[in-house]
């Protein structure tokens, strides 16, 4: 069994040079390959250090040391609506999880305390849906459009081209990605499954790159893929418990006998879904559909399929830019919200547009706002409320952990959650005086407003710089490694075309 192409009807023609990658133990357990893999430890002295500094950084030292952390005086959006948030607050981390939040939170013993006046606290975004293995293809294809571009040069002739240390590094480079820009969380569509070693390296990076991340087991190419079978080796070499960073779900075409292998191991199911309306259907008719499966830019479906999708207890993932830009269809924003689901936000890929959610949440909110402008100069009566910042931040959010099946440890600024959380400079000259921190944080700020990021507790950004990570090295493994695709693959771009 193989997983249909997610775009196009068939899978990847070939896996050029699949005899050529290195053995499993070459790639991931030599020692010269695991120092090409690795990043600084955690716990290295290069972790207490702001990266690119000449000086070891005390405070930095003395957050990551204490197993309770006071974040002190931050403007609060904890996305909790029975919570609330707060003008000015207190947030109280121990072990990595949230303890308090509250004003003037009064603490005693060993307690590292973070100053966060002029910052905007808010839980970490979640992004639903990435293909992290394009992270060494950004911007390869600026003006591209689905067809004939990305499933030409992108499904059939790049993605079979890479060996699992190419994997390695565009996955990398997608994590680390995401974290600086505030991005906590991830689900990771690994359509690059070529060999079981492609698909270690992909859980390897997820791992060194300390993101929290949904690994969606997905199809490859070529002789040497063992989707979907492989899924039972993953699971029980990597994911056996429950209290990790990483969780596992499986990418699935409309084959019942892919979702009835995500049943078989007890894992969500994560499927593009465009235009479909008729199989999809037919898959719950047959009962395979499960609460948690997620659905993937849902474009042209009819009322019967959304209303399957909400009735099973489905999740929705909603890539804006991707689809207007790239030609999928019309977003599918405000079917989601006419049909009772809340939407998810993702970027997709980085191949043609920015993963920020910056980015990410402005496009959803100006395109479904220019729908209800559009049929209300229509003369429509009764059109839909307009959505509102609160709206799609949650979206960002909450509604990205409920869809990544998260929602019990993050998506919330909630008491007893895990500290995926990240600080935002408010004290700026494009956004002082600040009116409403909502919508600041929506539609006025960038990636360059995060300042610091939590995961689980444990600082991955800190002053505007990530945390023990060689970025030198990092970067020199991506370039190395996109080099090495680009010739396989005898593909070339234009730097200034």
């Given at each position: 069994m193989s997983e249909p192409n997610d775009h196009s009807p068939g899978a990847p023609k070939s896996a050029r040079d699949v005899t050529m990658f290195p053995s499993r133990r070459s790639v991931l357990e030599s020692g010269a390959a695991m120092a090409a893999f690795g990043l600084a430890a955690q716990g290295s002295p290069d972790a207490a250090m702001a990266q690119g500094a000449g000086a070891p950084d005390a405070e930095l030292a003395r957050l990551q040391a204490e197993r309770r952390v006071l974040i002190k005086g931050g403007l609060v959006l904890t996305m909790d609506r029975q919570l609330g948030d707060f003008a000015q607050a207190d947030i109280l981390i121990e072990d990595g999880k949230i303890r308090a939040v509250r004003p003037d939170i009064a603490v005693s013993g060993d307690v590292a305390v973070f100053d966060a006046t002029n910052r905007i606290v808010i839980p970490g975004f979640i992004d639903t849906h990435s293909h992290s293995y394009q992270g060494i293809l950004r911007s390869i294809m600026p003006n591209g459009e689905l067809d004939p571009d990305y499933n030409r040069d992108v499904q059939t002739t790049l993605t079979p081209a890479f060996s699992p240390p190419d994997v390695y590094a565009g996955v990398l480079m997608t994590a680390l990605g995401m974290i600086d820009t505030g991005t906590t969380a991830m689900v990771d569509l690994c359509q690059i499954s070529h060999t079981p070693e492609h698909s270690d390296a992909c859980i390897a990076a997820l791992r060194d790159s300390g993101i929290r991340a949904v690994h969606a087991y997905s199809r490859g190419a070529g002789p040497a893929t063992?989707?979907?079978?492989?899924?039972?080796?993953?699971?029980?070499?990597?994911?056996?418990?429950?209290?990790?960073?990483?969780?596992?779900?499986?990418?699935?075409?409309?084959?019942?006998?892919?979702?009835?292998?995500?049943?078989?191991?007890?894992?969500?199911?994560?499927?593009?879904?465009?235009?479909?309306?008729?199989?999809?259907?037919?898959?719950?008719?047959?009962?395979?559909?499960?609460?948690?499966?997620?659905?993937?830019?849902?474009?042209?479906?009819?009322?019967?399929?959304?209303?399957?999708?909400?009735?099973?207890?489905?999740?929705?993932?909603?890539?804006?830019?991707?689809?207007?830009?790239?030609?999928?269809?019309?977003?599918?924003?405000?079917?989601?919200?006419?049909?009772?689901?809340?939407?998810?936000?993702?970027?997709?890929?980085?191949?043609?547009?920015?993963?920020?959610?910056?980015?990410?949440?402005?496009?959803?909110?100006?395109?479904?706002?220019l729908g209800i402008f559009e049929r209300r100069r229509s003369g429509e009566r009764g059109a839909p409320p307009l959505l509102t910042c609160r709206e799609v931040l949650e979206f960002a959010t909450i509604e990205g952990a409920r869809c990544a099946n998260l929602a019990d440890k993050v998506g919330t600024l909630t008491p007893g959650?895990?500290?995926?959380?990240?600080?935002?400079?408010?004290?700026?000259?494009?956004?002082?005086?600040?009116?409403?921190?909502?919508?600041?944080?929506?539609?006025?700020?960038?990636?360059?407003?995060?300042?610091?990021?939590?995961?689980?507790?444990?600082?991955?950004?800190?002053?505007?710089?990530?945390?023990?990570?060689?970025?030198?090295?990092?970067?020199?493994?991506?370039?190395?490694?996109?080099?090495?695709?680009?010739?396989?693959?005898?593909f070339s771009v234009n730097l200034l075309g």
């Open positions: 063992r989707y979907p079978q492989d899924i039972a080796r993953l699971q029980r070499t990597y994911f056996s418990s429950k209290d990790q960073l990483l969780t596992l779900a499986l990418g699935v075409g409309l084959d019942p006998k892919l979702f009835a292998a995500a049943r078989e191991v007890g894992v969500p199911a994560v499927l593009h879904l465009r235009h479909q309306s008729a199989p999809f259907i037919a898959l719950g008719r047959a009962g395979l559909l499960r609460e948690g499966d997620e659905y993937i830019h849902c474009n042209g479906l009819t009322p019967e399929a959304w209303q399957l999708i909400r009735d099973t207890g489905g999740h929705v993932s909603i890539c804006a830019a991707i689809d207007m830009t790239m030609g999928h269809g019309t977003p599918a924003v405000q079917d989601a919200i006419d049909h009772g689901v809340r939407p998810s936000l993702s970027s997709d890929h980085g191949v043609t547009i920015a993963q920020d959610f910056f980015s990410v949440m402005r496009t959803t909110f100006t395109f479904q706002r959650k895990e500290a995926d959380l990240v600080l935002l400079r408010a004290d700026q000259a494009s956004l002082c005086p600040m009116s409403n921190a909502v919508g600041t944080v929506v539609n006025m700020m960038n990636p360059g407003n995060v300042e610091t990021v939590f995961i689980a507790g444990k600082l991955k950004k800190w002053r505007g710089r990530l945390v023990g990570v060689d970025l030198d090295r990092t970067f020199r493994l991506a370039s190395e490694a996109r080099e090495a695709v680009m010739r396989r693959a005898g």
